[in-house]
Every structure is written in structure tokens, then in C-alpha cells.
């Protein structure tokens, strides 16, 4: 069964410094997201993405993050001079249509030192 | 703002003794409501769509049903490996991507 894959699964990096995590969407999926869950909390909505561009953006996602679709695999979230806030699980997800459910990969750990 | 509640937080079954779990929701619109399995680690996997009230889905020991205000999961005869949180989750009509998530049953099956 096709599944998202997401790399790496644990990333560790030091408070100010910039990291990329990556996601390989099902193949014939047209609609991209990343979704992040603090440790104990609910997942939460980061960002949508279609048709090369941001369609829906939360409150969370402000200056400091960027997604990009660089080539037709793959899907990336830039976090850039990160905080120890922003340590969590961050999930990308893949759907086939607009009304079609989400489907998730197993998640980037992120851990802020 | 769209809302979801589960309860209970966490529910601890005998193997074989059934259940419920509940999901209420306020939207003003509602798109689709999702139910997904999330195991330690691991990303939520999904397991139903239901898209209006009345509407019923089942899938082995598991079925989940919708009303204008509430859904339920159902978890009949539960087995060890069932043990895991479940997650209600909706998406509005309002042409947005987004899916709201609630906190989740933490379900544990003891054999």
C-alpha cells in the first residue's frame, strides 16, 4: 500500500540553526501538509499546499517557516532560526483531492537543544 | 472556530468487552469527519471518512457513526492489538484544507 515516508526521524539540532524536513508524498496525490504535535497535545495544522503554491496557512506558520515541492517527489518544511518551542513530532500528510482524507507519514521528531 | 472534544481521555477494556468512544464537534459547516489510529511513535493512520449525519462505516471490529453533533466509534469485542489512541478529527465546508484535530482516546485492551 502506498505510504508517505518522512526522513529523517529524528532530528536533532542546536537553538538558532536551520533544519529541512523532507517527505515524499503518495505518488499520485495533488494536496501537501504539514501538521506538527507537541509532546501530549493534540496534531496541529501548519500549512497546506497546491498547485506550487501555499492554499492555507495556520497562525503557527509565520516567517520563520517555508515549504517547497523542489522536484515531483519530494516536499519539504524550512524552519529557520529555530526555538526550543518549536521541538515536537511534525507530521506530513498527502491527499488525492480536496475532500479526500489525509493520509500521514510516521513523522520527523524535532528536538531543540 | 471549529472545535473537537473526545471523551473519555482514557479507556481501559477487558479483551472482548465492548465499547464507545465519543467525538462532539462544533463547525459551521461540516466537510468531513475523519477517524484516525495513532500508535506510540508513529503517525495517525487513517481509518474512516463519514460526510453527513446518519451516515455509517464499519471496518472489522470497528464503526463508526455520525450525528449533527457527535460521532461515535464503536469497538466490538476488542482484541490486545486494538490498544492505541484514536483520533476524531473534522474538516470544514468553508473551502479550507485543514483538518482540526481533537485529543484523542487513548484506548488500552487487556487480554
Known amino acids: 500500500e502506498p505510504e508517505v515516508t518522512q526522513t529523517p526521524s529524528h532530528q536533532v539540532t542546536q537553538m538558532g540553526q536551520e533544519v529541512i524536513l523532507r517527505c515524499v508524498p503518495i505518488?499520485?496525490?495533488?494536496?501537501f501538509y504539514w501538521y506538527r504535535q507537541i509532546l501530549g497535545q493534540k496534531v496541529e495544522f501548519l500549512v497546506s499546499?497546491?498547485?506550487?503554491?501555499?492554499?492555507?496557512k495556520s497562525e503557527i506558520f509565520d516567517d520563520q517557516f517555508s515549504v517547497e515541492r523542489p522536484d515531483g517527489s519530494n516536499f519539504t518544511l524550512k524552519i529557520r532560526s529555530t526555538k526550543l518551542e518549536d521541538s515536537a513530532m511534525y507530521f506530513c500528510?498527502?491527499?488525492?483531492?480536496?475532500?479526500?482524507?489525509?493520509?500521514f507519514g510516521d513523522g520527523t521528531r524535532l528536538s531543540i537543544l | 472556530e471549529d472545535q473537537v472534544t473526545q471523551s473519555p481521555e482514557a479507556l481501559r477494556l477487558q479483551e472482548g468487552e465492548s465499547s464507545s468512544l465519543n467525538c462532539s464537534y462544533t463547525?459551521?459547516?461540516?466537510?468531513?469527519l475523519f477517524w484516525y489510529r495513532q500508535d506510540p511513535g508513529k503517525g495517525p493512520e487513517f481509518l474512516f471518512t463519514?460526510?453527513?449525519a446518519g451516515e455509517e462505516k464499519e471496518k472489522e471490529r470497528l464503526k463508526a457513526t455520525l450525528t449533527k453533533k457527535e460521532s461515535f466509534l464503536h469497538i466490538t469485542a476488542p482484541k490486545p492489538e486494538d490498544s492505541a489512541t484514536y483520533l476524531c478529527?473534522?474538516?470544514?465546508?468553508?473551502?479550507?484544507?485543514?483538518?482540526?484535530f481533537g485529543t484523542g482516546t487513548k484506548l488500552q485492551v487487556i487480554p
Open positions: 505518488s499520485n496525490h495533488l494536496y
Open positions: 478529527a473534522l474538516a470544514n465546508s468553508g473551502g479550507y484544507q485543514k483538518v482540526t
Open positions: 500528510a498527502s491527499g488525492g483531492g480536496s475532500n479526500q482524507p489525509q493520509h
Open positions: 463519514l460526510y453527513s
Open positions: 499546499f497546491y498547485n506550487n503554491e501555499i492554499s492555507e
Open positions: 463547525v459551521s459547516g461540516l466537510r468531513g
